[in-house]
T-cell receptor
Framework: DQQVKQNSPSLSVQEGRISILNCDYT??????FLWYKKYPAEGPTFLIS?????DKNEDGRFTVFLNKSAKHLSLHIVPSQPGDSAVYFC?????????????FGDGTTLTVKP | GAGVSQSPRYKVAKRGQDVALRCDPI?????LFWYQQALGQGPEFLTY????????KSGLPSDRFFAERPEGSVSTLKIQRTQQEDSAVYLC??????????FGDGTRLSIL
């Protein structure tokens, strides 16, 4: 039973437009959510996070929205740039356990076309 | 370097052989995690250390998998009697407090 799901394996967007990546989770005990970006042959790098007490967190071109009632979060990238092309992983964890082992989705491959 | 370092980057072994994968975390990071990433999937938690103590090993798939961090810094993930389903990228991550983890670039393990 996959607790974190990214239902779109891939997304293609034109440079300058908005990219929206979606993530659903089933475990209502998760209270901290993260997005990681991964380039080929490299490890994931942290992008942005949100705790369950918030519904939005913004960092430059990246905004994460959390809808707890729907158990859904999304990552918005505006404007999208070719360098944003990568695999994006959504992850969830419990805030107070051992610095939190994270449960990851299977990723969405974003391609930003020039 | 300043980041998490993993070695080797690539490892090919024959089925039945033992392998050892090394992780050098960021200096001063108390927490260390091992993840297994199969092709086309996200990382899956294997085990967690806080300093030298292995606090959670619930993700280790079998007793052929063993991890240690004897001095609270470098960690080794050992897989005994490897099988083809062990082929994956093994990621190490380190962190402090409840901050997001920093990942290494992984070891790609191929079992023939």
């Amino acid at each position: 039973d996959q607790q974190v799901k990214q239902n779109s394996p891939s997304l293609s967007v034109q440079e300058g437009r908005i990219s929206i990546l979606n993530c659903d989770y089933t475990n209502s005990m998760f209270d901290y959510f993260l997005w990681y970006k991964k380039y080929p042959a490299e490890g994931p790098t942290f992008l942005i996070s949100i705790s369950s007490i918030k519904d939005k967190n913004e960092d430059g071109r990246f905004t994460v929205f959390l809808n707890k009632s729907a158990k859904h979060l999304s990552l918005h990238i505006v404007p999208s740039q070719p360098g944003d092309s990568a695999v994006y992983f959504c992850a969830a964890r419990y805030w107070d356990t051992n610095a939190g082992k994270s449960t990851f989705g299977d990723g969405t491959t974003l391609t930003v076309k020039p | 370097g300043a980041g998490v370092s993993q070695s080797p980057r690539y490892k090919v072994a024959k089925r039945g052989q033992d392998v050892a994968l090394r992780c050098d975390p960021i200096s001063g990071h108390v927490s260390l995690f091992w993840y297994q990433q199969a092709l086309g999937q996200g990382p899956e938690f294997l085990t967690y250390f806080q300093n030298e103590a292995q606090l959670d090993k619930s993700g280790l798939p079998s007793d052929r998998f063993f991890a240690e961090r004897p001095e609270g810094s470098v960690s080794t993930l050992k897989i005994q009697r490897t099988q083809q389903e062990d082929s994956a990228v093994y990621l190490c991550a380190s962190g402090t407090d409840n901050q997001p983890q920093h990942f290494g670039d992984g070891t790609r393990l191929s079992i023939l």
